[in-house]
């Protein structure tokens, strides 16, 4: 039996990222990952062989904001490992119906200007509205960087810069009471409130409808920031794909003596007396961990696919029913359909630029399309009649993905998990079979070639991944890519239980990190890294806490200074 400081279950971008950390401080990691290659929803592979031999995709993750929010690219020093991120400029094309169409650049004035060219009364009121969400993006980062519970890390977030834009948007009653009603609102009252065109609202809609629900969804007003953050921080993908984020990663915690085993499922925490002290995968082989164990997975899929209830209930009788019952999971998830194609695609209608290749490319021709698109979903409904899209061409801003002259055209289809009627057949019970996902991928490019004619004349191979495969190749419910939802009841201190929500579990060294937990999905890193300073503070709690308080003052006073 091979004995470990920690084991990490799954070898997800954010386990990666906790493993460095927990390395740097001098513990002994080992990762345990199901697929033959780490990086779960982060890898970029070169999955048709045969029929596109040196074509690169990006499985899942392509569009990487949230992380250059955070601190963890430049405190691992990724860079040092290989990773190199390409910005994106522009970073959003929606062609519309009517010939109009909406490009956003990284520059908020150069965006302004585009959408002038249709409506100034727009323009002015974009630039308000990005000015507003940058600032309550600035005062909110130093909560996502940190614990949900730990005050004294939040509050060495803060740099002055910080404090000025909290006071800003929060510093008063009536501002604090006008932030938490847009909390409260839905991305589509909030681009109401403030837009008149459609090709506007809907690219913006689209964008916040990645949070996996409808623009309608009140509660879910905080979607309506997502084109902020291509403004700033902006941006990018890493060159080579996103698994060259993962692969920095798994260089950095090789190089620090760590281990990354693939191909080991595991299916059992150890449990002795209490305390969380290894795993077993299956074949039966057990890992030990002196200091305990850590889940990239969530609280759901660990407790109740890997411990035994009647240890749960002795820590905590109440917390199996409210694993079961009280985290929500809606039905949508995403077909994905990855292309090899032989030319880039064209938008004939919209005075084609290369320029629009470079960042998402958007299918919303209003928002009541992106509603369909989502609110279909819910109902089990397949929303192909009329599809809606997020798509990339990735190959366009780093040509390395694709042999020379060739292209990949990554695009997400957002798609029922368990389709109405058909439960019990199809892979999973979910009602999704070989032709159907074949049948809807068709759909999805008829309609993607309504506005980039050439496109089905240049494939040359195409893989399409149904719900229900995604669901099987990343291990989440209901092929969940968040773990659990992204609503606001299961954010922050909710996240993804009040009693599970700062990294801790009722299970002395029982950790949890990854998506299922604060601040989220997505890649960004910051569940892995807040997972190892929680996990460092219940090892030297005395030790960790001084080093946190002192570094949080000089940050302070640092900041203060260079604002001076
Ligand atoms: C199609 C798609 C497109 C996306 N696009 C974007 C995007 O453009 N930008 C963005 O920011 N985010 C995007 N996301 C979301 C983002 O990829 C995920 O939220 C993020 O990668 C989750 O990372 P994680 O490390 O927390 O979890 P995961 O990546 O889910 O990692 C968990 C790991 O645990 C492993 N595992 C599971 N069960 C076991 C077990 N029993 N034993 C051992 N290992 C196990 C899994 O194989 C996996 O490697 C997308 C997701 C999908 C599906």
Redesign the pocket.
Known sequence: MQTYDVII?????????CAAYLLKAGYSVLL????PV??????TEECLPETAPGFKF??????????HLGPVVQELELEKYGLEYLPCDPVVFCPHPDGKYFLGHKSLEKTCGEIARYSPRDAAKYAEYTEYWLKIINALTPMFNAPPKSIIDIAGNYNFSKIKDLVSTLGSVNKTMDFVRNMLSSAEDILNEWFDSEFLKAPLARLAA?MGVPPSQKNLGIGAMMMAMRHNPGMARPRGG?GALVQALVNLVKSKGGDIFTD????KVLIDNGKAVG?R??GGQEYRGRCGVIS??DAQ?LFL??LDKTDVDAVDPALWERLERRIVNNNE??L?IDLALDEPLRFVHHQHQDAYLIG?ILIADSVAHVEEAHAKCMMGEIPDSNPSV?M?LPSALDPSLAPPGKHTL?I?FFAPYQIKGTEGTGLKGTGWTENLKHQVADKVIDKIAEYAPNLKNTIIARRV?SPAE?GE????YK?N???IDMTLEQMVFFRPLPELANYKTPFEGLFL?????HP?????GM??RNCARVFLQTQQPMAQSLKDAREALLSMVSSVLKSR
């Open positions: 279950i799954g070898a997800g971008h954010n386990g990666l990222v345990l990952e199901k697929r780490p990086g779960g929803a982060a890898t990006n499985l899942c993750a392509i569009d990487h904001e949230f992380i990645e996103t080991k499922h595991v299916e795993v995968v299956q990239n997975i899929r696919q890997m998830t995403i994905k998402s997020y990339a990554w997400e991944e995604l190749r990343l291990g989440a092929g890519y968040y773990h990190t990854g998506a299922g937990t989220g999905g997505s890649i960004s569940p892995g």
